[in-house]
């Protein structure tokens, strides 16, 4: 929804049931002009969710039931769709499941073979701890941009201190994008990396705010 707002033209795979929240799910995309697979509404199962509670200080607890989400398939994608892309962007949710991590690894490797470029988000921080083997299965060789905050960066290194997660993270990511709270971002190349600094702001509620992050450069990539 980011990218298509920004002025690009997307295409979302997806698994959702057939109940209340998946019907609003699939409306709320076909509204913002997100395109979709048109079997993404199964019978059975139920739809994904998340609850988050905010802070006062806007800190966030994020608890996310993937659902029938984790039961995307392979003949869930739109093959014509990926290779006509500029970018292939993708969730390190995937990771949850045999099946999905298999739809994401046949989506890289159509997409490198496409020359469409890659990227992915390692999603949060509980992935990285319990989905690693899956996670790296769908990075294979490694990807053209890696997306991940701070926390997930120090939980893949397995480290505390920024500099070693970086170091580690540029063998598996051309480019890393990685957002540090009200501290900015770090945005790492093959031979410089540079700290962009945040916008001071009175912060009420920051969900989200690393989709956007992400849709912002994925756009100006493709502009």
């Known amino acids: 929804i980011a990218v298509q707002a920004f002025g690009a033209s997307t ?15 699939l409306q709320d995309l076909a509204g913002a002009g997100v395109a979709t697979n048109p079997n993404a509404m199964a019978k059975s199962a139920k739809s994904g969710r998340c609850l988050v509670l905010i802070t006062p200080d806007a800190e966030r607890s994020m608890n996310t039931y993937l659902g029938i989400s984790s039961n995307l398939s392979i003949s869930d994608i739109d093959e014509a769709a990926l290779v006509a892309s500029r970018y292939f962007y ?20 159509l997409a490198e073979s496409a020359q469409v470029k890659t990227a992915i988000s390692l999603s949060d921080p509980s992935m990285v701890e319990f989905f690693r083997a899956p996670l790296e299965k769908i990075l294979g060789n490694g990807v053209d ?4 905050n ?4 120090l939980t893949w290194a397995r480290t505390d201190r920024l500099d070693v ?14 957002t540090l709270g009200s501290k900015g971002s770090l945005v790492v190349a093959a031979h410089e990396q540079q700290l962009v600094p945040g916008y001071r702001v ?4 920051t969900t989200g705010a690393g989709d956007m992050y992400a849709g912002g450069c994925l756009y100006g990539w493709c502009t």
């Open 11 to 25: 295409f979302y795979s997806c698994k959702v049931a057939d109940d209340e929240i998946g019907a609003f799910f």
């Open 165 to 178: 997660a970086v170091s580690e993270l540029r063998d598996i990511g051309k480019h890393l994008n990685i």
């Open 150 to 153: 701070e926390e997930e960066a």
């Open 202 to 205: 009175d912060a009420l509620d």
């Open 90 to 109: 993708l969730e390190g949710y995937l990771s949850s499941s045999e099946q999905s991590t298999a739809a994401a690894i046949a989506c890289r490797e």
């Open 145 to 148: 941009h890696l997306f991940c």
